[in-house]
């Protein structure tokens, strides 16, 4: 276990964003440490995406403060003072955060293999046979080094994700957001995307995961947020949280998903 | 009068007429190369976002869209000498009046295209490649683009199809292509079936060679494994049976 008196690696303040009169995220707080898993609940149309999308710097916050490691993310050091950072800044503020989609993503004109390498050899500038050795070594471990010169459209919801997992990896992040990673998979295949993950956050990655499978929150996650209309209504260790839940709201949301 | 297929094998097999090919291939190709990239940059201004270049953008395809082509030929050739002086000078072809009046058509139906295949890519996609670090600039050109192409390829080849036919209306400002071969052909001897002919396989040949070459290359955007080498060799069990099964 993580002594508690460890800096947090990512903290978020006060986030928040709206789509036109909408305000989608009404200034949330939480933090992560090094090595945690953060499972984050919530009904559909919560919010949840778009505070990943946040601290993905994929979007601009409208109000707010995503801290990682010391640094702040989306602002950028102009004559002692902090301003919004160019797209150029925040392509690179972005090697640092890892993102897994619900639907994969995966670029479908690349085999498995450069899916994976594409992000090291043109952001990292690794050499080309090295980036592949090293994407090759990435699918490995995913358990697709068979499946390296398949394309997107050969392989399965689960083995793209797996793959996508890979491609997020490969950069060495330093915190690996998912959102709903196997939401758009057949039950069948929600099992060997699960193991993946459950093999990452045994190795200490930093994650957070917006997720409706209870199992992996209660086996993995160090913490369990819930997510209501762009709050975080709850947050409590999983014992806790799925045993007395302390929120009405959690007790119903938590009474349909089961 | 009947068919003399020696005058038509004669205008067929002449160097005129092969000229007349290689200057309408040259013409056409040549007019969809730029406009593809002037039709590239169109189709960026139209969806900037910025009010100006969005109006512009649109007021140039409506325009060109708008206007006969050969009207347009027509105002190259002959009107804009009047209006532009430095065109009057002997480097103002036919060739060139037909290319940039070409070229500027093109432009315009080349955005229209650019601009559906570009959006039709599935926004994940930039999104994906942005959350790995990629630049806007590297995004477009490893992501979006590669995929844009793949959607661009059938219409394209259309449009260079009408490309290759357009060119046959630059014989009305006396560029010496197909049609002209063939009526300069026809106003000494009155054998229209013949040279007409001859103009037609051309056209036939030339548009048929467009339209295997575009399969060849939707082909190659079908992005799958099964071109690779090692994945050429049938597969033993249910993908031979396969096979079999739709031979019998
Ligand atoms: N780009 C956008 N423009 C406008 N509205 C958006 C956009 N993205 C998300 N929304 C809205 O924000 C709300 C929350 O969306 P989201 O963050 O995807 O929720 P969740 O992931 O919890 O289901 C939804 O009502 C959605 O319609
Ligand atoms: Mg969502």
């Given at each position: ?6 800096e947090p690696l990512l903290s978020v303040s006060d986030l928040a964003k ?241 | ?41 169109i189709a960026l201004a139209r969806s900037s976002g910025k009010r100006w ?189 396969d096979l079999k099964g739709t031979k019998a």
């Open positions: 276990m993580i002594p508690s008196t460890i709206s789509y036109g009169a909408n305000e989608i995220l009404k200034g949330v707080n939480f933090s992560i440490k090094a090595g945690e898993v953060k499972a984050i609940l919530g009904a559909s149309g919560s919010g949840k995406s778009t505070m990943l999308r946040l601290i993905a710097l994929l979007e601009r916050a409208d109000r707010g403060e995503i801290v990682l490691a010391g640094r702040r993310l989306g602002v950028a050091d102009r004559a002692g003072k902090d301003t919004a950072a160019s797209e150029r800044q925040l392509a690179h503020q972005r090697r640092d955060v890892g993102m897994v989609f619900q639907q994969f993503n995966l670029f479908p004109h690349m085999d498995a293999l450069h899916n994976v390498a594409l992000a090291l050899t043109i952001v990292q500038k690794v050499r080309k046979h090295e980036a592949l050795e090293a994407a090759a070594e990435m699918l490995n471990r995913v358990g697709l080094g068979n499946r390296s010169h398949k394309y997107p459209r050969e392989l399965s919801g689960g083995q793209q994700q797996r793959v996508a997992i890979a491609r997020a990896l490969v950069l060495n992040p330093s915190v690996l957001l998912f959102d709903e990673p196997t939401s758009a998979l057949d039950v069948e295949l929600v099992g060997e995307v699960l193991k993946v993950m459950e093999s990452l956050a045994a190795d200490g990655m930093t994650m957070i995961v917006v997720t409706h499978e209870i199992g992996f929150a209660k086996r993995v996650a160090d913490e369990v947020l819930m997510f209501d209309r762009g709050s975080i209504i709850e947050q409590a260790d999983p014992e806790t949280f799925f045993g007395s839940p302390a929120h009405e709201r959690t007790r119903s949301f938590l009474s349909h998903v089961r | 009068m009947n068919f003399d297929f020696s005058i038509f094998w004669n205008a067929l097999t002449s160097l005129n007429y092969v000229s007349g090919a290689v200057l309408a291939i040259l013409l056409a190709v040549l007019a969809m190369v730029l406009g593809t990239v002037l039709g590239f940059l270049l969005v109006t512009l953008s649109g007021v140039y395809v409506g325009v060109f869209r708008g206007l006969p082509t050969l009207l347009i030929l027509l105002l190259a050739w002959n009107a804009a000498p009047q209006l532009i002086p430095a065109l009057r000078s002997e480097a103002y072809s036919p060739f060139v009046a037909a290319l940039i009046s070409l070229t500027l058509v093109q432009a315009a139906y080349m955005a229209e295209i650019i601009r559906s295949a570009l959006l039709s890519v599935d926004a994940g996609q930039p999104l994906a490649a942005r959350a790995l670090g990629l630049t806007p600039v590297q995004t477009m050109i490893r992501v979006v683009i590669p995929q844009a192409i793949r959607i661009a390829i059938p219409p394209t080849g259309s449009e260079l199809i009408n490309t290759i036919k357009y060119t046959s209306l630059a014989s009305v400002i006396s560029l010496r292509e197909l049609l002209t071969t063939a009526q300069s052909g026809v106003s000494t001897t009155f054998r229209y079936a013949e040279f007409y002919a001859a103009a037609a396989i051309y056209y036939l040949v030339i548009v048929t060679v467009v339209t295997v070459v575009q399969s060849q290359l939707e082909r190659k955007f079908l992005w799958t494994s099964k071109d690779l080498p090692s994945a050429s060799q049938p597969e033993p069990g249910t993908v031979t049976l």
